[in-house]
């Protein structure tokens, strides 16, 4: 089949891979109808991967239809559409069961918990998916969800969920997103969704700002980003601050703009090994800090009932179709934060 691969900084290719199987019985393979390029990719084509091996399949958020099913997997059938979650659980342990699967009492690195960050679960970056404990790690589609709202189901908006869940929003506040791609869109809906009178959004690309303040974000304009919050809340900040990028300089501005007793709570993916946590001011300020993976099978139920209620529109990310043999293009456009680029779906049908 074909399938994008990885082979080192800046380089994706489109080529032939062995084809997927079902090699246990509790497996299933999914024909791949639409798969996203996540942010957490862009850590991987910029030369900052998960693990050090080359040649295997990139990609963790894909829907399709189910294709063939080990002896024991019961609850789909060939035929079935399905969402596949980005997390990966396992089918015995105490966490997976109750869908908190990024915590898996099974698992050995982290690799065991995503497709493609290594080659031990090939991505979804392609035309087919093998997918282990396929009762666990498959979720039937509800008719009226698009493909495009699934896939930012897979992983987008339910890590920006749960990040809103962590901080705790209540019904009046304010809230501070920082990061306005697909994370902290689908961050910025979801606390509009838990009861936020006001979201300000941040973000180093205008567009981008530009975009979110048409889902009625307050974008944070200006070069001093924590002067305009101050002034943006008289001068108190943010009651809660969902940080949706990662670096070190975003969290360091979370901690900094959020209000006295304030709650942070950061989702973006960060490989810093020595983040200068600044553990006087959280002390002094008297905040909660939260941060953490998340298991997308325990947030998407509540997820797929707000989408198909109209609550939630996971589908307005979206500003990106290619053919997957395109995906070194997409790649480099997404990478490159140009032409309004939001969220990307790669198209194996194409």
């Known amino acids: 089949m074909k399938a994008l691969t990885y082979h080192g900084r800046h380089d994706i290719r489109y080529g032939d891979v062995s084809d997927p199987a079902v090699t246990s019985p509790t497996d299933a393979v999914v024909q791949v109808t639409a798969a996203g390029i996540c942010g957490s990719d862009l ?22 239809v189910v294709v063939d099913t080990g002896g024991q997997v019961t609850r789909f059938r060939p035929g079935d559409r399905v969402l596949v979650p980005a997390s990966v659980g396992c089918d015995q342990c105490r966490s997976c069961a109750a ?24 991505g979804s970056q392609a035309q087919a998916l093998a997918v282990p404990y396929a009762d666990v790690n498959l979720v039937h589609l509800p008719e009226g969800i698009s493909d495009e709202a699934a896939v930012v189901l897979t992983d987008n908006a339910p890590t920006a969920w749960y990040g809103c869940r962590r901080a705790r929003i209540q019904p009046g506040e304010t809230v501070l997103v920082i990061g306005l791609g697909p994370v902290g869109l689908m961050a910025a809906q979801s606390a509009f969704a838990m009861g936020a009178a006001r979201v300000l959004g941040a973000d180093l690309v205008a567009e981008r700002r530009a975009f979110a303040a048409t889902l009625g974000v307050e974008p944070v304009e200006g070069e001093h980003a924590r002067t305009a ?8 900040g943010p009651d809660a601050v969902v940080e949706a990028v990662g670096s070190d300089a975003t969290i360091e501005l979370a901690l ?21 946590f600044h553990m006087g001011l959280a002390q002094i300020k ?10 997308v099978h325990y947030e998407l139920p509540a997820l797929i009932a707000l989408t198909r209620a109209g609550r939630i529109k996971p589908e307005v990310v979206v500003s990106h179709r290619f053919a997957l043999s395109e995906g070194p293009a997409a790649y480099e456009l997404f990478a490159g934060r140009s032409d309004g680029v939001r969220k990307i779906l790669l198209d194996p049908t194409r």
Request: aromatic share 8%; proline share 7%; glycine share 12%.
């Open 229 to 236: 919050i101050r002034d943006m809340t008289d001068g108190r």
């Open 43 to 64: 850590h991987i084509y910029r030369g900052n991967p998960f693990s050090p091996e080359l040649g295997y399949t990139p990609g963790h958020e894909c829907v399709g």
């Open 286 to 295: 008297e905040l909660e800090f939260a941060i953490g993976l998340c298991s």
């Open 99 to 122: 869908g908190f699967t990024a915590r898996c009492e099974r698992a050995t690195s982290s690799t065991d918990l995503c497709y493609g960050v290594s080659p031990q679960l090939p």
């Open 256 to 276: 900094k703009a959020v209000r006295q007793a304030g709650r942070v709570s950061v989702i973006g993916v960060s490989q810093s090994k020595a983040f200068p």
